[in-house]
């Protein structure tokens, strides 16, 4: 997701800094270059060959060491994100203060800057530093974390640097475009249960992480958005309007419906059972007796969607068994959607529980078949044709 970007990295004198290597190693496994700039402060934590090593390539340091490098490594930089930020770098940035490389470096910077402050909470509470971040806020710097926790000098309180993975998301979503700014989203995602009894019920292979990854893109694009998930692992994506657990498809038709008026897109990518058995007993069925279960439908929510005179734009997944493009045309004629997409489960790599999904994208006049490529990836040429879509 971060392919081809050029990330400017400052590390400062913060307890956090070890954690610098994972977060380069991360920030690259998402395709982004990193350069590295630290502070003298910062050099007493982690070594500047850790950050080399880890970077794959030359560490900054020195203002004076390459005259020109504060002005050429901002230049050529699409986002500066400095994590750790001690209160010393976040009150230097705040008041215009360039006494070193990374100081200076930020004052010559043009684009998007991301901070994750990190310091003892009574650091962070001070009303000095509380004013620094205020002024920064107010000039468009991006803040994530700090979080609440056990902190190194072992108090409790907030000042803990933001998990890895908060500040990966943070980078990506301000190097997201935000065509779905002001935008009301309600994504479903997971599989649904229908209960046999009070133990048992049939369900199906999803895991939510297709609804999952498409929610996250949704929030990095600036939409509103609702989760709507059947029993899934996963963490919910941060920054949700609302979160709303369900465990049967009737309960997720609820939870949709409840949320719909004012809804501008919906996507439907949980994997609802399609079947539920006729009678639920309330007892446990026992293990002697012959079993034979009827079962019914259960409601079909895309459709009812669908047959709605004022709708939202409606996106239907079909994972099919075999490349049966033929059935999911029919299905987003039949649904009345306005997009299908389309996978075939039975494709190694594709479809249910594993990280990657081979689709094509089915609109009224036009289809957009994709290689295999990560969730993440598809969610995000997902919300592309989405976008155009609502620009038409
Ligand atoms: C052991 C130790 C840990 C420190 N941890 C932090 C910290 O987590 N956050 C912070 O703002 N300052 C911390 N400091 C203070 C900074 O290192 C100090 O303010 C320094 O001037 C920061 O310089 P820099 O912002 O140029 O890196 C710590 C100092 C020491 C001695």
Not at 257 to 279: G, H, Q
Not at 285 to 292: M, Q, V
Request: net charge positive.
């Amino acid at each position: 997701m971060l392919k081809n970007k050029k990330i400017l990295l400052g590390i400062t004198g913060g307890v956090a800094a070890y954690k610098a290597v994972d977060l380069i190693r991360r920030l690259k496994d998402d395709g982004a270059s990193v350069t590295v700039i630290m502070t003298d402060a910062s050099k007493n934590f982690i070594t500047p060959l850790s950050l080399q090593i880890a970077s794959g390539s030359k560490v900054y340091s020195g203002l004076f060491e390459d005259p020109m490098s504060h002005i050429e490594l901002s230049r050529d930089a699409d986002l500066m994100l400095i994590a750790p930020a001690t209160a010393n770098i976040i009150g230097k940035f705040a008041n215009g203060i360039a006494d070193d490389l990374l100081s200076t470096c930020i004052l010559s910077f043009r684009g998007k800057v991301v901070i994750a402050p990190s310091m003892n909470w009574r650091m962070y509470e001070n009303p000095m530093v509380q004013g620094n971040l205020k002024r920064l806020t107010a000039h468009g710097i991006l803040q994530v974390g700090p979080d609440k926790g056990t902190l190194a000098c072992g108090e409790e309180g907030v000042g803990r640097m933001a998990e890895v993975n908060e500040i990966t998301e943070a980078v990506k979503s301000a190097l997201s475009k935000k065509d779905l700014s002001k935008k009301k989203v309600i994504v479903t995602g997971g599989p649904t249960r229908e209960y046999l009894d009070p133990v048992r019920f049939i369900s199906n292979r999803s895991s939510g992480k297709m609804g999952y990854a498409v929610a996250g893109e949704c929030i990095r694009r600036g939409a509103e958005v609702i989760l709507i998930s059947g029993p899934s692992a996963l963490q919910a994506p941060k920054g949700l309007k609302a979160f709303f657990k369900v465990e049967t498809a009737g309960e997720m038709r609820e939870a949709v419906f409840k949320n719909l008026s004012k809804t501008d897109i919906v996507i439907m990518a949980a994997a609802p059972a399609d079947f539920s058995p006729e009678k639920k007993e309330n007892i446990k069925i026992g293990k002697s007796e012959k079993l034979s279960i009827k079962f019914k439908n259960t409601p079909d929510i895309i459709a009812e969607i669908g047959k709605l005179k004022r709708r939202p734009l409606l996106v239907g997944f079909a994972a099919e068994t075999g490349k049966r493009l033929d059935r999911a045309r029919a299905k987003r004629t039949r649904k009345g959607a306005d997009i299908i997409v389309f996978n075939d489960v039975t494709e190694a790599g594709s479809g249910f529980d594993v990280d990657t999904n081979k689709i094509t994208i089915i609109e009224k006049n036009k289809e957009t078949p994709l290689p295999m490529m990560t969730k993440y990836k598809a969610a995000e040429a997902i919300m592309d044709v989405v976008s155009e879509c609502l620009s038409k």
